[in-house]
């Protein structure tokens, strides 16, 4: 006779203090809502006021306090030739750096994703070491090796130090995206006769390749925002963020703010893209 | 024999790249730093380790404040982090993508760039403080640049996505159900969080921690831009060894230091937590 009376307890108890939880959670829940906008608003804080600095219309050197609206520097984009200089270098060493890390990289991520060689713990442990060791730490070695052996720093330097931290990145993403791989595929192209070279192209790579661009994507975005290590193997050579690093003292010109604003919005159009067609291939 | 050999060839280019340009220089920076000299007469090995002692002793303090701003900096990153991701990953729903998009949106403009920007807005007479200092809420010469947190708001705005990042991924994973059982088990919404929920997330907080821990220690560009001689790091100090006084042999005893102390304290974290744990959680 105990069965049928024990459960009605069991199942009523609860009810109280799930009500109870669920008022406490909506509070704590809200709690939480208003903190994470908070923080958002804190993040974006700085980028809106680089934004609007843009247009800001100033008679000195200062851009710190607002002065009136103007559109003029879009116009007047070009007016230092040093900061274009150093943009168009950001750009092209962004997109050397790129190419080089992503071959290397894409090549590493295969070897690492498919097979099992001795070497490959310690090829695992160095990529470890590339991607968390300070910024400060491989800029000083690597000045410290092109001082000893008589290099001269500056651009090509750079796009050395460059192509070496992204292509642990690169290599890290591919490697995930050829572990995830159905290898069956691969054997049906092989029995229907495909040569390896055929299967690689026409099959593996099409498979690997969202794991490519996402890697590319990577290393162009950590080598054109790079400032420590170009910093230490730029010798006289200055890219974009050196040439704001320098312009602090003296004041930075609106027109830092609009290229500001127009690489980030490149940065979030490519991000926003990457995000849609990697959902709808997966 | 080709099928052995092909990782090998597929690994070489990539990884003699790490070995030449990464390991290579280590080991010079190790001989710049027990050499004796200067820019014009050329510096000669010496195995002078006296480097090392007197650039401690010399520098100490602002080895000292670096590791202090990176202690506070993290722990200052945890707070800010983990709600933020707590809410993303238990509250965010089918916009969960979107919101993530969101904090990392700051970080599409240039690092020196956002840093500039704090600048901007802390300055003394910027658009944060000259309303209020007109409005006589604050006095005239109140200035939140050239103070120690000035250089730690920043080193936290930079890092910030390395500590949200590993803490979502981790909270991310945890199963509804067994928070449900918590429940069904008559534990309240605090214990099934001290119980359940953050045990099960400590390993994405081991993570973050030692993703910004390392680069706040050793970074130099926000004391730089907004610090004041007060504020110096040990970065700051091997930058100007480095690239303003030339003065390779004392930057590489320092930097050599810094990792030395970075990598022990890698180690002692690591063991005191066990090792997968960190390196599994630091792998994703």
Known sequence: MSGPVSPAPATRAPAAPARARRGRTRWGG????????????????????????????????????????????????????????????????????????????????????????????????????????????????????????????????????????????????????????????????????????????????????????????????????????????????????????????????????????????????????????????? | MRRKLAPYLLVLPGGLWLVLFLVVPLVFMASVSTQEGDVVYGFAQTFHFANYTDALARYQTQFLRSVGYGLVGTLAAIALAYPVAYWIAFKGGARKSTYLLLVLLPFFVSFVLRTVSWKFLLADDGILLQPLKDAGLLPEDFHVLATSAAVICGLVYNYLPFMVLPIYVALERVDPRVVEAAYDLYAGPRESFTKIVLPLSLPGVFAGVLMTFVPMTSDYVNAAILGGPSNTMIGNIIQTEYLTNNNYPVGAALSFTLMAVMLAGIFVYARALGTENVLEAAAR
């Open chain 1, 30 to 282: 809200r709690l939480l809502f208003g903190y994470t906008w908070l923080v958002l608003l804190w993040l974006f804080a700085p980028i809106a006021v680089m934004i609007v600095f843009g247009f800001n219309d100033i008679k000195s050197k200062s851009n710190v306090s607002w002065q009136g609206f103007t559109l003029k520097w879009w116009g007047r984009l070009g007016d230092y030739p040093e900061l274009t200089t150093a943009l168009w270098n950001s750009i092209t060493i962004a997109l050397l750096a790129t190419l080089v890390a992503t071959v290397l990289g894409t090549l590493m991520g295969i070897a690492l994703g498919r097979y099992r060689f001795g070497g490959q713990g310690a090829t695992n442990l160095v990529m470890f070491a590339a991607i968390s060791s300070p910024e400060l730490v491989m800029g000083t070695s690597l000045l410290s090796l092109f001082i000893s052996v008589g290099v001269q720093t500056g651009y090509w330097t750079v796009v050395i130090a460059h192509v070496l931290f992204s292509v642990s990145f690169v290599a890290v993403t591919v490697r995930a995206r050829v572990v995830g791989l159905d290898g069956s595929v691969e054997e049906a192209a092989r029995d229907l006769g495909a040569s390896t070279w055929v299967t690689f192209w026409r099959v593996t790579f099409p498979m690997i390749l969202p794991g490519v661009i996402s890697g590319a994507l990577l290393a162009f975005a950590l080598s054109i925002d790079d400032f420590v290590i170009t910093q230490f193997t730029s010798g006289t050579t200055t890219t974009f963020p050196l040439w704001i690093y320098g312009a602090v003292r003296i004041g930075v010109p609106p027109q830092v703010n609009i290229l500001g604003t127009l690489i980030f919005a490149v940065g979030v159009a490519i991000a926003v893209i990457n995000t849609v067609t990697s959902r709808r291939r997966t």
